[in-house]
């Protein structure tokens, strides 16, 4: 099996549509199997879609490295081509002076040749210089191979091609020129997610452009060349554990924020699972249910108006049924949603009856939230005591009336719901904004299955 990394020189360089057209064109020559360095949801939904395979995260501040290893194992059986896609700069992490939550930890764990995406626009020789730092800055990387990206023409690449091969001893496999169409759709949160842009024809288009774009200015035969050779792992493994009771989760175009790992975690734990949408059913009969995160603001007067799905779950949570919701999900059990005037440019506040499960409601927009959350969990709670790693990711704030609301986690890192307080408690309901990586927080997550089994 062939692996490589593709990362870039910081934020913005272009290596999300840069790894999203070489895994839609890598296809044609084998099974490619994604990965993405972070704690990120939208990326992934894109690199799942144009692959064919589940792409599965890799971030060792959530995560163990056994745990990389291990995922990244296998997640690979039956590939013939990995390729893992970097988060900011190469360096960035969750520290200044360590590695932790970069993607060089991932590239120095998986031993993985690193393709470097430099933003070229309006420097050449200067390009040596960025790429002899990131040489000279960690001894253990292995910068394999350039792609310049926001290329202005013939004389700029050809310059700017020479100082990095002559100075830096890596070839530069790609140059690719400045072009406004190799832009993906953003929002308040990132990308789009591709489940909701797929479909739409100038979404499409812009996917299709890109990959032709990449095809055309990347050489993938030196790509494939400079990559690793791993021995081929052979096909999946069927779970063997007998499963002995069911599991709700949401999943549709207001919920689609998951980890891959979350349909092999549950299963091997012995639960099935039933996906169901919030939008469009009704809820399906389980020992329990998660609502993941996703954008549920969008989708208010559709979510509202399934007033059976929302009655279903209050009464769910009610009769004492295990429900864990994160970020979204703990958007779509307050009371309601509140969309500020102006908001996604309305020009009036609206506002949208959700589940009522906790007293309150969801406000939006507020503070961008962008975190690595630390904290420890309560025993009497769905998902038991334990030490926890996760991250927080929103834009909305969850305002709880009852000020005798009962949370299990404490944060010493991350914000939570309220002043380092999350995961609000009713019931066997547990709503966070803190969201959990289903390996790295295995262990919860077997608490709340065995919380589910026990009240079945």
């Not at 895994?23 to 360095?37: D, E």
């Not at 980890?259 to 734990?269: G, H, K, N, R, T």
């Given at each position: 099996?062939?692996?490589?990394?593709?990362?870039?020189?910081?934020?913005?360089?272009?290596?999300?549509?840069?790894?999203?057209?070489?895994?839609?064109?890598?296809?044609?020559?084998?099974?490619?199997?994604?990965?993405?360095?972070?704690?990120?949801?939208?990326?992934?939904?894109?690199?799942s879609?144009v692959?064919?395979?589940?792409?599965?995260?890799?971030?060792?501040?959530?995560?163990?490295?056994?745990?990389?290893?291990?995922?990244?194992?296998?997640?690979?059986?039956?590939?013939?081509?990995?390729?893992?896609?970097?988060?900011?700069?190469?360096?960035?992490?969750?520290?200044?002076?360590?590695?932790?939550?970069?993607?060089?930890?991932?590239?120095?764990?998986?031993?993985?040749?690193?393709?470097l995406?430099?933003?070229?626009?309006?420097?050449?020789?200067?390009?040596?210089?960025?790429?002899?730092?990131f040489?000279?800055?960690?001894?253990?990387?292995?910068?394999?191979?350039?792609?310049?990206?926001?290329?202005?023409?013939?004389?700029?690449?050809?310059?700017?091609?020479?100082?990095?091969?002559?100075?830096?001893?890596?070839?530069?496999?790609?140059?690719?020129?400045?072009?406004?169409?190799?832009?993906l759709?953003?929002?308040?949160?990132?990308?789009?997610?591709?489940?909701?842009?797929?479909g739409?024809?100038?979404?499409?288009?812009?996917?299709?452009?890109?990959?032709?774009?990449?095809?055309?200015?990347?050489?993938?035969?030196?790509?494939?060349?400079?990559?690793?050779?791993?021995?081929?792992?052979?096909?999946?493994?069927?779970?063997?554990?007998?499963?002995?009771?069911?599991?709700?989760?949401?999943?549709?175009?207001?919920?689609n924020?998951?980890?891959?790992?979350?349909?092999?975690?549950?299963?091997?734990?012995?639960a099935?699972?039933?996906?169901?949408?919030?939008?469009?059913?009704?809820?399906?009969?389980?020992?329990?249910?998660?609502?993941?995160?996703?954008?549920?603001?969008?989708?208010?007067?559709?979510?509202?108006a399934?007033?059976?799905?929302?009655?279903?779950?209050?009464?769910?949570?009610?009769?004492?049924?295990?429900?864990?919701?994160?970020?979204?999900?703990?958007?779509y059990?307050?009371?309601?949603?509140?969309?500020?005037?102006?908001?996604?440019?309305?020009?009036?506040?609206?506002?949208?009856?959700?589940?009522?499960?906790?007293?309150?409601?969801?406000?939006?927009?507020?503070?961008?939230?962008?975190?690595?959350?630390?904290?420890?969990?309560?025993?009497?709670?769905?998902?038991?005591?334990?030490?926890?790693?996760?991250?927080?990711?929103?834009?909305?704030?969850?305002?709880?009336d009852?000020?005798?609301?009962?949370?299990?986690?404490?944060?010493?890192?991350?914000?939570?719901?309220?002043?380092?307080?999350?995961?609000?408690?009713?019931?066997?309901?547990?709503?966070?904004?803190?969201?959990?990586?289903?390996?790295?927080?295995?262990?919860?997550?077997?608490?709340?299955?065995?919380?589910?089994?026990?009240?079945?």
């Open positions: 099996m062939k692996s490589l990394l593709i990362t870039g020189d910081r934020s913005g360089s272009g290596k999300t549509s840069i790894t999203l057209a070489l895994a839609a064109l890598l296809k044609n020559r084998g099974t490619v199997q994604t990965f993405k360095v972070g704690m990120d949801y939208i990326d992934p939904s894109y690199l879609a692959s064919g395979r589940p792409c599965r995260n890799l971030d060792n501040f959530v995560l163990g490295e056994g745990q990389i290893r291990n995922i990244f194992l296998h997640g690979s059986w039956g590939a013939d081509i990995a390729l893992v896609e970097g988060v900011r700069g190469l360096y960035e992490g969750a520290e200044a002076l360590d590695d932790t939550g970069s993607t060089a930890a991932i590239a120095k764990v998986l031993d993985l040749p690193v393709i995406v430099v933003s070229a626009q309006s420097i050449t020789r200067s390009a040596a210089a960025i790429v002899k730092g040489q000279a800055f960690d001894p253990d990387i292995r910068i394999a191979g350039v792609i310049l990206n926001q290329v202005k023409g013939g004389t700029h690449r050809e310059k700017a091609t020479r100082a990095i091969e002559y100075y830096c001893g890596v070839p530069v496999i790609g140059a690719i020129p400045r072009m406004e169409e190799m832009q759709a953003m929002r308040h949160l990132g990308l789009v997610p591709y489940r909701e842009g797929a739409r024809g100038d979404f499409d288009n812009r996917i299709r452009t890109i990959t032709d774009i990449i095809g055309k200015y990347v050489d993938l035969d030196r790509l494939l060349a400079l990559a690793k050779d791993i021995p081929s792992r052979g096909n999946i493994p069927e779970p063997v554990t007998a499963h002995d009771l069911r599991i709700g989760v949401a999943y549709d175009e207001a919920f924020f998951y980890y891959a790992d979350l349909l092999d975690v549950l299963p091997s734990l012995g099935s699972v039933v996906q169901f949408s919030p939008v469009h059913d009704q809820l399906p009969d389980a020992d329990g249910y998660i609502i993941g995160g996703g954008y549920p603001e969008l989708f208010v007067p559709e979510l509202e399934n007033d059976r799905m929302r009655e279903a779950i209050r009464e769910a949570s009610r009769n004492g049924t295990p429900i864990y919701a994160e970020c979204g999900g703990l958007m059990l307050t009371d309601r949603m509140v969309l500020k005037k102006g908001w996604q440019g309305r020009d009036t506040e609206i506002s949208g009856a959700m589940c009522g499960v906790f007293p309150g409601e969801t406000r939006m927009p507020a503070r961008r939230v962008v975190s690595y959350v630390e904290g420890t969990s309560a025993q009497d709670c769905p998902m038991g005591a334990a030490r926890f790693r996760g991250h927080e990711f929103h834009y909305s704030e969850v305002v709880l009852d000020p005798a609301t009962r949370y299990a986690y404490r944060l010493t890192r991350g914000i939570g719901i309220k002043d380092t307080l999350d995961g609000a408690v009713i019931n066997n309901t547990l709503g966070s904004y803190t969201h959990l990586h289903p390996v790295g927080s295995r262990d919860m997550f077997r608490n709340f299955v065995d919380c589910c089994r026990n009240r079945s």
